[in-house]
């Protein structure tokens, strides 16, 4: 099993930037696939970001050249770091983890982008 904590949302003003923060409850030096993911009220969770255990990234067409994705396999944490930030980024922010075949999720951490 995997247990993910997100951090590091909270409200932020339109252009501004955040980065979020994802703690894995094991070694993720063996996760091939860990990912960031949204839910904006009324929406289907949409794919933002994944990263392999290689390092190759993928991104949303809706988020490239905006967010970044990284890993810090010594401290079990994947970061997404978003900047440039419009309302409609506004959302609850998920980190997900593909082990030994299955999805592990986490709790999620809001993010509201407003004047």
């Known amino acids: 099993q995997v247990q993910l904590v997100e951090s590091g949302g909270g409200l932020v003003q339109p252009g501004g930037s955040l980065r979020l923060s994802c703690v894995a409850s094991r070694s993720i030096f063996s996760i091939n696939h860990m990912g960031w993911y949204r839910q904006a009220p009324g929406k289907q969770r949409e794919f933002l970001a994944s990263i392999t255990s290689a390092g190759t990234t993928n991104y949303a067409d809706s988020v490239k050249g905006r967010f970044t994705i990284s890993r810090d396999n010594a401290n079990n944490t994947v970061y997404l770091q978003m900047n440039d930030l419009k309302p409609e980024d506004t959302a609850v922010y998920y980190c997900?983890?593909?082990?030994?075949?299955?999805?592990?999720w986490g709790q999620g951490t809001q993010v509201t982008v407003s004047s």
């Open positions: 997900k983890s593909v082990f030994a075949g299955r999805g592990y």
